[in-house]
């Protein structure tokens, strides 16, 4: 009787304590909490590539211009703009009732420091900068280009959309000097950063920016009218993919912005979820150091391009069809871009031909060492399928593994790989880092000076200086596939695939998010 | 006892300097690079180079080193590297979380524990006794993470009666507290249970053999007042010494319960900062967590006092 009654009050105890909580949480209506692609560590976005920093910057920023659904750049905060036929002169105007969280106007002063500061780290902003006689702010909205030499992609950077897009801080913020992170989130975008509820591995807080005027025109992509629906956002860092569908399946969270692979069959099973590709495909390439033997020689990068199967790579590495395709292009497969030769390039394994090639090289079988981030799930089941392609195709593979860190720190080692250097490693992409040549940080063809692979290519700069020149769509299409003829020629790096990406929603919950090249969460609208 | 208290205060000290030392060194000496951690997959060498500048990894290791003791003597363990947020406020986020799983757990596993295993001294060598240890086998083997994975399909998505992840601050209220906790402290306290229970169990069986044990018996005094005022008091040196080392494993081996059930604790602050190779925040954690182990077993040591009156220091 006794423990009949102990157990009985045992039992009220749970559900008292259950009921009682299960009230308190009620996800309020107008909160959208979400698990965003990684956890927010850096807040200055010219400080890392990270993306969710990128993300994190289009919450509480606004930019000059963005791209639309379309590809098309589209004025953002400028209202008007016009340049000279020659593309020297630029004139931008800002809209009216632009204003930063803190309820200052947004002035060109501020544009111009920005743009400034974005400049001294970020590539291509870096050749814009270069190629700049004056930027100066006559009035407080207007902003004033003079360029030295024809610099045709002024649209382009300013509305670049990853990895360091040049986003508009206050003056005061700019200033900050570039080696230095900013400590002020103040920003003029949909979003306000909530700093003090900022608790990094945990949750980031963002709420609606009450003064923020949108533009007329609907959302599309990094353009069009930014309108926030929601009061508050939360991103909520939970680290383990199985975790993160089962708070989703649970109604804990709201959204899951990028499905892991592992996730992807039971929650597209799930009738309470529904998932959608807000974000176009990304990509991954295999990187190949030219500075050391044996791909110091061309021939044996195309050697190592050869036995790529890029099927059995991407099948290895996204564990469903659904999530990849092959692509031989270094562009996104269906865009303008991709439409070029790929060469001998077909993604397809040539064994054969690989082995040829080696022959005529001279390559005298010393091991080509392959770093393996074996902690990075996102990325560690694709070297032990490139592995045993490339003995397949004549190679001998010294496969090593490490962490991911261990891995970016090596890859900056122009060191012999027997002295703790690299010959190759893989990495992934979003389509807005590849859909422009000049948007890709590993298109490098100048030596010890470029991205980590240190390829010595005068023509693949050239070309590239001709496409940063020229304003004509045509003529730069042409010299998109020239470049990549070029870096095929070279072997620069080689595609592996492009991945969807997909998010997943809770169905008659969450609504209206939009396609953009980059994860963007205006519009969104949560129903109660 | 002040002198001994005093004693033992002082000697955390060279602990704590050789701890510092060792893992400034490692970390050094470790491969990975914070800086090329920082600028992300498209950032370059040149990028690279600007941020070891900014963080000043480029000046010598003794310099480095000088820089970070003449903080620490000033109580300031730095910031980090990534986040800009001064290190002591990072771990000060991270305590409460792991703090209540862990006195929870605690609590879960000594409740169940200290009676199961004194039930299996009671009968030892019996059915109960066999069946209790099988159990403790159990637990030794089952991993904390399937457990939990298990106990949020039954109670979280199939019953729907508590949350699958997250914690929730003691400000918000008990209620959630306590729901947000239960799931993740039953599945991390059964391995505890286990090990409580077998160190509970050898050392009341033990006492139970000696000749007070005898002399209360033929005193008549009833069997369950001989096995927990004889048996149990006198068993319970090990026993705290066991629950005490299960507290500092506890606070800071819980990264995979943290991570299953994703709180925000010092676990996976701790695992995070090695990833990224955030050196002052990895340098803080290990100093707090160095000195958290001295202190618990400096009341490990005075709790001895308490439970065995002829232990004198």
């Not at chain 1, 953002?76 to 002169?89: A, F, H, I, R």
């Not at chain 1, 990075?376 to 593994?401: C, E, I, R, W, Y």
């Not at chain 2, 506890?250 to 050196?279: H, K, M, N, W, Y």
Request: glycine content about 8%; charged content about 20%; some cysteine.
């Amino acid at each position: 009787m006794k423990i009949r009654l102990l157990r009985l009050t045992a039992l009220l105890a749970l559900a008292g304590v259950t009921s009682l909580a299960s009230a308190q949480s009620a996800n309020p209506a107008n909160v959208l909490r979400m698990v965003p692609q990684a956890d927010l560590k850096v807040l200055d976005p010219i400080w890392t590539t990270a993306f969710v920093t990128r993300d994190h910057g289009y919450m509480i920023y606004d930019t000059l211009f963005g791209f639309n659904e379309q590809g098309e750049v589209k004025p953002q905060m400028v209202d008007t703009y016009e340049s000279d036929p020659e593309g020297l002169n630029w004139t931008l105007k800002l809209r009216d009732g632009l204003v930063f969280h803190d309820g200052q106007p947004v002035t060109s002063a501020d544009v111009v420091q920005s743009l400034r500061r974005w400049a001294q780290r970020d590539g291509l902003g870096q050749k814009m900068f270069a190629m700049l006689d004056n930027i100066e702010a006559p009035d407080a909205r207007t902003i004033r280009l003079h360029f030295k030499q024809p610099f045709g992609m002024v649209l382009e950077a300013l509305g670049k959309p990853s990895s360091s897009p040049p986003f508009i801080m206050p003056k005061r913020v700019a200033d900050t000097p570039a080696n230095e992170q900013i400590s002020d989130t103040t920003g003029s975008g949909p979003y306000v950063f909530k700093a003090d509820e900022f608790r990094p591995g945990e949750k980031i807080v963002y709420v609606k920016h009450d003064k923020y005027v949108p533009r007329d025109e609907p959302a599309s992509g990094t353009a069009g009218g930014k309108h926030v629906h929601v009061d508050r956002v939360e991103w909520v860092i939970i680290k383990d993919a199985q975790t993160q569908a089962n708070a989703l399946v649970n109604g804990e969270i709201d959204m899951l912005s990028w499905v892991p692979p592992e996730q992807y069959a039971a929650l597209k099973a799930n009738p309470k979820i529904e998932l959608l590709t807000p974000v176009p495909k990304g990509s991954y390439t295999l990187h190949i150091n030219h500075h050391v033997p044996p791909f110091d020689n061309p021939k044996i990068a195309q050697a190592a391009a050869l036995t790529l199967n890029q099927e059995a790579l991407m099948r290895a590495q996204m564990i469903n069809k659904d999530l990849y395709n092959a692509c031989p292009s270094i562009y996104p497969c269906g865009s303008a871009y991709a439409a070029g030769s790929t060469a001998y390039f077909t993604g397809k394994p040539q064994f054969e031909k690989a082995k040829q090639l080696l022959k005529e090289a001279g390559y005298d079988g010393r091991p080509v060492v392959l770093l393996n981030p074996s902690d990075f799930t996102l990325l560690n089941k694709f070297p032990p399928v490139l592995a045993q392609l490339l003995k397949q195709g004549g190679f001998t593979v010294d496969m090593q593994s490490m962490d991911w860190p261990s891995l970016v720190t090596r890859r900056a080692s122009k060191e012999l790989p027997e002295k703790g250097g690299w010959n190759l490693f893989i990495t992934g992409w979003g389509a807005s880092d590849t859909m422009n040549p000049l948007y890709f940080a590993p298109m490098t063809g100048n030596g010890e000076k470029g991205w980590f692979g240190w390829t010595t290519d005068d023509k693949l700069e050239q070309l590239k200086n001709e496409f940063l020149a020229s304003m004509d769509e045509n003529k730069r299409t042409d010299l998109a596939h020239q470049i990549q003829l070029q870096v095929f020629e070279t072997g620069v790096y080689v595609p592996l695939g492009e991945s969807q990406n997909y998010t997943a929603v809770r169905k008659g919950v969450v609504s209206g998010l939009v396609n953009a090249p980059v994860s963007v969460f205006w519009n969104v609208k949560k129903q109660p | 006892m002040p002198a001994f208290f005093l004693r033992r205060i002082l000697a955390t000290l060279p602990v704590l300097i050789v701890v510092a030392l060792i893992v400034f060194l490692m970390l050094r000496l470790a491969p990975g690079d914070p800086a090329a951690a920082i600028v992300g997959n498209s950032g370059t060498s040149e990028d690279i180079a600007q941020v070891r500048t900014a963080l000043g990894l480029n000046d010598s290791l003794p310099v480095q080193f000088l820089r970070w003791v003449q903080a620490l003597a000033q109580g300031n363990l730095g910031e980090s590297f990534f986040m800009k947020i001064p290190v002591t406020e990072l771990i000060g986020q991270r305590i409460e979380p792991t703090l209540s799983l862990a006195a929870l757990t605690l609590v879960v596993a000594v409740a169940i524990a200290v009676p199961l295993g004194v039930l299996a001294a009671w009968r030892h060598g019996g059915w109960l006794d066999r069946a209790l240890m099988g159990f403790s086998v159990l637990g030794f083997s089952v991993p904390a993470f399937v457990l939990g994975y298990v106990l949020i399909w039954l109670f979280s998505l199939h019953w729907q009666l508590l949350p699958v992840q997250g914690y929730s601050r003691l400000e918000n209220g008990v209620g959630l507290w306590l729901r947000h906790l239960i799931l993740p402290s039953i599945a991390l306290s059964i391995i505890y249970i286990a090990l409580i229970a077998r160190v509970t169990r050898a050392s009341v069986a033990e006492a139970m053999t000696e000749d007070y044990i005898r002399t209360a018996r033929a005193k008549g005094i009833s069997e369950a007042r001989v096995l927990i005022r004889h048996g149990l008091a006198n068993a319970a040196v090990p026993i705290v010494t066991v629950i005490g080392i299960g507290v500092a494993l506890l606070i800071g081996g819980v990264v995979v319960t943290e991570t299953v059930f994703a709180i925000p604790g010092l676990g996976q602050l701790t695992v995070d900062a090695v990833l990224s190779r955030d050196f002052p925040l990895i340098q803080g954690i290990i100093l707090f967590f160095a000195l958290i182990y001295v202190l618990i077993n400096l009341l490990i040591d005075l709790s001895y006092i308490v439970l065995d009156p002829r232990i004198r220091y």
